[in-house]
């Protein structure tokens, strides 16, 4: 059977989710430092079908995605593109960056980001809502991202501050365990503190 598939900011998911919570209460901003006058800068490791970086976008982070697998990458410009030419959605687009490589790549030079978000693909049944139709077409299309636990390392290398998304009752990501994690719903949240110093050294992002 031939499925369309295509991202939309503007409506449908992403305008739900939006409009149900976009407080910085929410369990993904919590994990990753957004507190009343702090937004951090983000490097979106795992971008996906970007809903989770367009969540933290419109609620003012600048975040920079890196995709790898192109067929997303592809995905994710075109909606981007979509998003900048509507006037409500224009200035959380103007907020997202989006590179077509993998994040070890994107992390090769100084420390940039404040905070670092992984959400890899995870080879096991996780819970209904990340079973959805899309997100199996994603895997079918890119895999499992077995190497989440080197992505993992690196970023802990590159960010004071690193977060990793897993199913509610899956084992950490190989390398340790969090400094703590915040449940939400069937997923959780593991948060790395202290890899690099809270004072970002500015450096160059490696684009293609
Ligand atoms: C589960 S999806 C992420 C979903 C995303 N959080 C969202 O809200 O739509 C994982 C995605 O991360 C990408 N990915 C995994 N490891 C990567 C890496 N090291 N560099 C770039 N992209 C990666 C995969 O290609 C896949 O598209």
Redesign the pocket.
């Known amino acids: 059977m031939q499925r369309r598939l295509f991202i939309d900011f503007v409506r449908g998911k992403n305008g739900y989710r939006l409009a149900r919570d976009c407080s910085i209460q929410q369990p993904l901003a919590r994990a990753l430092g957004l507190k009343h006058g702090r937004r951090p800068t983000i490097l ?11 969540v933290l976008a419109a609620l003012g982070c600048q975040v920079t995605m ?4 192109p067929i ?1 990458h592809a995905l994710l410009a075109d909606a981007l593109q979509r998003a900048a030419a509507e006037p409500a959605t224009a200035p959380t687009a103007a907020r997202l960056e989006l590179l077509p ?6 992390l090769a030079g100084e420390p940039l980001f404040q905070a670092i ?6 080879p096991q049944r996780r819970g209904s809502a ?1 079973n959805s139709l899309a ?1 199996r077409t ?1 895997r079918e ?2 895999g499992n ?1 077995e ?2 636990g080197d ?1 993992l390392a690196c970023a802990r290398n590159h960010a004071p501050r690193v977060v990793v ?1 897993r199913p509610r009752l899956a084992p950490f990501l190989v390398g340790g365990a969090p400094h703590h994690s915040i449940a939400a719903g069937q997923n959780r949240f593991d948060v790395y503190l202290g890899g690099v110093d809270e004072e970002i050294t500015c450096g160059t992002v490696h684009r293609p």
Do not use: F, H, Q
Not at 44 to 53: E, I, K, P
Not at 66 to 69: D, F, G, L
Not at 117 to 122: E, F, S
């Open positions: 979106d490791g795992t971008a996906g079908l970007g809903a989770d970086a367009w890196c995709e790898r697998a997303l490589v993998d994040t070890t790549t994107c978000y992984l959400d890899p693909m995870y990340l997100m994603i299309l890119v991202d190497d989440s992505t998304k």
